[in-house]
């Protein structure tokens, strides 16, 4: 900022705040400006525009109680038109940011559990973009960029879970010969059980073959009744027929008999007659 003659130059990338006898009067813009100083006119200070970064590092806990380092990094500036407010209201614009950034992160992380925080880091994010442009808009601040740039366990938690591990560690040397033979148990346990299964399918199976040869010696000696009742009555059916026969011959003979019998009779009685006479 340069001043000859009552005339003031002010470089981008800056504004610059001019005061009438100490109250503020407007924002002046790069360039030259007359400022009569006479008249109790005066620029009072020049602001950067240039785009800023803050890193802010909140320590928090999960909604599952896990204690975690949060670092986020917030990119800034001020706008050139409400330089005046970012000017009289803050004396150090960093300061306020890492208090709001500190609000948003210890209200937001406690609503998840750990797992799901690097997961959410976007969401946690633009939510937090969103909260910080409303409540810092009115202090001339322009939030254009918020990253949640790294998420890490706390100190003490990590020590926490070191020792955790190395207890864990420990009763698993102490307890590891009593799980080996729980193990071998419950195997000779499932192997016993196994035999045991076998051996009733065996039974079951033996039975099952037993009742089939029962069934098919049933039938067989069903089997036989019958051919044997059929033969004795095919037996039957031939003496029958045979006893015809015999009857039937000896009918036969007996008139044959009777026949030869009347012919010796006939031809005696013609010889004593031609023998009479």
């Known amino acids: ?41 005066k620029v009072k200070k020049t602001v950067t ?42 004396t150090d614009p960093r300061v306020q940011i890492r208090s709001f950034v500190s609000d948003i992160i210890t209200t937001s992380v406690p609503k998840m559990n750990a797992k799901d925080i690097y997961d959410k880091k976007d969401e946690i994010s633009k939510a937090a973009q969103a909260y910080l442009q409303k ?70 199976q033996l039975l099952d073959i037993e009742e089939r040869n029962a069934q098919l010696l049933e039938r067989q000696v069903t089997l036989e009744k019958e051919q044997l009742q059929v033969a004795k009555e095919s037996l039957t059916i031939l003496a029958q027929v045979e006893k015809q026969k015999s009857e039937t011959f000896v009918e036969a003979l007996s008139a044959l008999a009777s026949a030869i019998s009347g012919s010796n009779r006939d031809a005696s009685t013609r010889g004593l007659n031609m023998v009479v006479k």
């Not at 890193?55 to 917030?74: A, G, P, R, W």
């Not at 918020?146 to 003490?156: C, K, M």
Request: with cysteine; aromatic share 10%.
């Open 135 to 204: 409540e810092l808009s009115s202090f001339g601040l322009e939030i254009v960029k918020t990253l949640i740039a790294e998420i890490f366990y706390d100190g003490s938690v990590n020590q926490s879970l070191n020792r955790t591990k190395s207890g864990t560690a420990s009763k698993s040397l102490e307890y590891g010969d009593g799980i080996e033979v729980l193990n071998k148990l419950a195997n000779s346990f499932d192997a016993i059980l196994e035999q045991f299964k076998a051996k009733d399918r065996m039974q079951q």
């Open 1 to 41: 900022m340069g001043q000859l003659f009552c005339c003031t130059q002010i470089s981008e990338p800056k504004v610059g705040i001019k005061e009438k006898r100490g109250k503020f009067d407007k924002v002046l813009e790069p360039g030259i400006h007359y400022v009569n100083w006479c008249t109790g006119k």
């Open 49 to 90: 525009l240039r785009l800023q970064q803050v890193d802010v590092k909140c320590q928090t806990k999960t909604k599952d109680n896990v204690f975690l380092v949060v670092v986020t990094s917030l990119q800034y500036r001020i706008s050139p038109k409400m330089a005046n407010q970012a000017f009289y209201k803050l």
